[in-house]
């Protein structure tokens, strides 16, 4: 079965400082895979996804991530964390459901703190 | 183009009271997703529908709570006879159909957050 599993519920780094959010994906084939951010009160915004080719993928807001296949992983990162990139994060895979369209899967998300 | 609308934003209601939940996916999308969000959790996959079709509601709680997606109109999440238990932010999500451009892309609305009083 697929799952999604962020093993890192809450993480506090201080405002300039580099940022890895740690994402694990169980599925069988090669996934559709997604980093969504949630601010407060809000929906869910696409930062950066990855379907096929060059296994880093640039996003926006200066993140990036990067598709580990032998680690089944596809982790966030961030050179120098901005106070605003105070949200929780969710790690997604997208999967075939028969022939009539995708089914996601997230995980129970990374909710990160900026200190200044 | 506007994007995933979701209303209200904010409902209460008391225990025992029905919940509609309205989610218009962006235009030309015919793929709708429900999530529910609890406080400290998750997003947990409700229901999976394409117009006039549920695709997967592996998700549903099996008494109280249905969806549908008309052919006209927004996709309803109903949750009859509330409860506490259901306080939370639900979230609709709309892709186009598999196939599409931007198919394998979730766009998010803003969320309804019941309160069960």
């Known amino acids: 079965a697929q799952s999604v599993t962020q093993p890192d519920i809450h993480i506090t780094v201080s405002e300039g400082a580099s940022l890895e959010l740690r994402c694990n994906y169980s599925?069988?084939?090669?996934?559709?895979l997604f980093w969504y951010v949630q601010s407060p009160g809000q929906g869910l915004q696409l930062l950066l996804k990855y379907f096929s080719g060059d296994t880093l993928v640039q996003g926006i807001k200066g993140f990036e991530a990067e598709f580990k296949r032998s680690q089944s992983s596809f982790n966030l990162r961030k050179p120098s964390v901005h106070w605003s990139d105070a949200a929780e994060y969710f790690c997604a895979v997208g999967a075939g459901l028969s022939n009539t369209g995708n089914q996601f899967y997230f995980g129970t998300g990374t909710s990160l703190t900026v200190i200044p | 183009n506007a994007g995933v609308m979701q209303n209200p934003r904010h409902l209460v209601r008391r225990r025992g009271q029905e919940a509609r939940l309205r989610c218009s996916p962006v235009k030309g999308h015919s793929h709708v997703y429900w999530y529910r969000q609890l406080p400290e959790e998750g997003l947990k996959f409700m229901v999976y529908?394409?117009?006039?079709?549920?695709?997967?509601e592996s998700g549903m709680p099996k008494e109280r709570f249905s969806a549908e997606f008309p052919k006209e109109g927004p996709s309803i999440l109903r949750i009859q006879q509330v409860v506490r238990g259901d306080s939370a932010a639900y979230f609709c999500a709309s892709s186009p159909k598999r196939g599409s451009s931007g198919a394998n892309v979730l766009t998010f609305g803003a969320g309804s957050r019941l309160t069960v009083l």
């Open positions: 599925y069988g084939a090669t996934p559709y």
């Open positions: 529908l394409q117009k006039e079709n549920i695709i997967d």
